[in-house]
């Protein structure tokens, strides 16, 4: 019975905010127009963004099998051993979860964690902070490959490396909280049991056109898998925060066609543009978009950016503090909470996500000055 109320009282502020967004909207744009232009923005996102992400989650899902099949993420692996406990104050292992990250999606380093021979390696508040460790590389080789398919090839790398120093900056953020929280933790290792090191699995013989074959379609088939996770995001997501960010058309007049809005956003954002201008170097507030995406999808976000290009708002600077936003942040506010409870560790969401967002900002920050640097040499 109790529950029924609770249920009850929390639908009246939840209608009363619905009818107020939505009516404010309607008001401006007329209810029949905001209705079409809903509706003819998420079929235009559907045909021109969703399926072209697919195509690039496919083939990066294929590459990124192949990779796995044939020992490059191993080699990537211990490459980038050594820097892990100068730079993360993690084990050389984690090293493997951003390698898997950056090929396919913030949850892998989840499946990895949950191996007892993987985390074995791991004080509890190193474990901990696996969650912001893995989601600031989450689907960068999509990211990535997204922005050279539009003609940018300097700029994701500096976003890259944003990313990178906003990895850092997030995780020993998170180590920090938990060890304040939980002294004991700093001790006490993630896996009790003593677990000798995995041992490689035989290899079934296969001729190497079948081990290719084989990689580049279960590859391409994860690849689809990711491309319909991420349709609610773009449609959704996308749909509402191009309905705030765009304007009527170019007669001033609202006509129900995709990509027209009220320009909510925008003047909020041009309130302190010239906070997002010295830090982003963003020289547009519509570009603000893109950030408040990508705390809910990435892919979403990613939806944003052909519209901003055709528009002329986004330039090499934009794309480049994109790169690192998209990639550190990831959607993390929708998959913090459910990764942390995965490990265990739920009460400590609150604590990795401002660690995240502040990672997420210091990521944009950087690839903006390398970005300066850049256009100066």
């Known amino acids: 019975m109790n529950r029924k109320k609770s249920s009850i009282w929390e639908g009246i502020p939840c209608l009363v905010i619905i009818l107020l967004l939505f009516g404010g909207i309607a008001y401006v744009m007329g209810v029949s127009q905001m209705l079409n232009t809903l509706m003819n923005t998420a079929h235009d996102l559907l045909l021109n963004t969703?399926?072209?992400?697919?195509?690039v989650t496919v083939l990066t899902g294929a590459i990124g099998k192949l990779f796995i099949e044939f020992g490059v993420v191993n080699l990537l692996e211990k490459i980038l051993r050594p820097l892990m406990r100068p730079l993360f104050n993690l084990p050389g292992v984690a090293s493997l979860g951003a390698v898997m990250t950056f090929l396919s999606d913030n949850p892998a380093i989840i499946s990895l964690a949950q191996d007892k021979r993987f985390s074995s390696y791991f004080k509890k508040y190193q474990f901990i902070s696996l969650t912001n460790f893995g989601t600031a590389f989450g689907m960068g080789l999509l990211v990535i490959v997204f922005m050279m398919g539009h003609g940018f090839f300097a700029e994701p790398v500096f976003g890259l490396l944003g990313a990178f120093v906003g990895c850092i900056t997030s995780?020993?953020?998170m180590q920090r909280a938990v060890i304040k929280v939980y002294p004991h933790y700093?001790?006490?290792?993630?896996c009790e049991e003593s677990i000798e090191q995995q041992e490689e699995k035989q290899q079934e013989?296969?001729?190497l056109f079948v081990r290719i074959l084989n990689s580049l379609l279960d590859g391409g088939r994860?690849?689809?898998d990711v491309g319909f996770a991420i349709i609610p995001g773009v449609l959704i997501i996308s749909s509402f925060v191009m309905l705030l960010t765009f304007g009527a058309s170019a007669d001033g007049t609202y006509t129900g066609s995709a990509y027209e809005g009220v320009e909510l956003l925008p003047l909020l954002a041009s309130k302190v543009s010239f906070l997002f201008e010295w830090l982003f170097g963003f020289t547009d507030p519509h570009l603000i978009a893109f950030p408040i995406t990508a705390l809910g999808a990435v892919g979403a976000a990613l939806g944003l950016v052909p519209s901003f290009l055709e528009n002329g708002w986004a330039d090499g600077n934009a794309i480049a503090v994109f790169t690192a936003i998209g990639m550190c942040w990831s959607g993390y506010l929708s998959t913090h909470t459910a990764m942390l409870d995965s490990l265990g560790y739920r009460d400590l969401t609150s604590k990795a996500i401002v660690a995240?967002?502040?990672g997420g900002l210091v990521a944009a920050i950087?690839?903006?000055?390398?970005?300066v640097l850049y256009t100066l040499l």
């Open 356 to 358: 995240h967002t502040i």
């Open 222 to 224: 994860t690849g689809v």
């Open 366 to 371: 950087v690839a903006h000055w390398l970005y």
């Open 205 to 207: 013989e296969k001729s």
């Open 186 to 190: 700093a001790e006490e290792q993630a």
């Open 171 to 173: 995780t020993r953020l």
């Open 50 to 55: 969703v399926f072209y992400l697919m195509g």
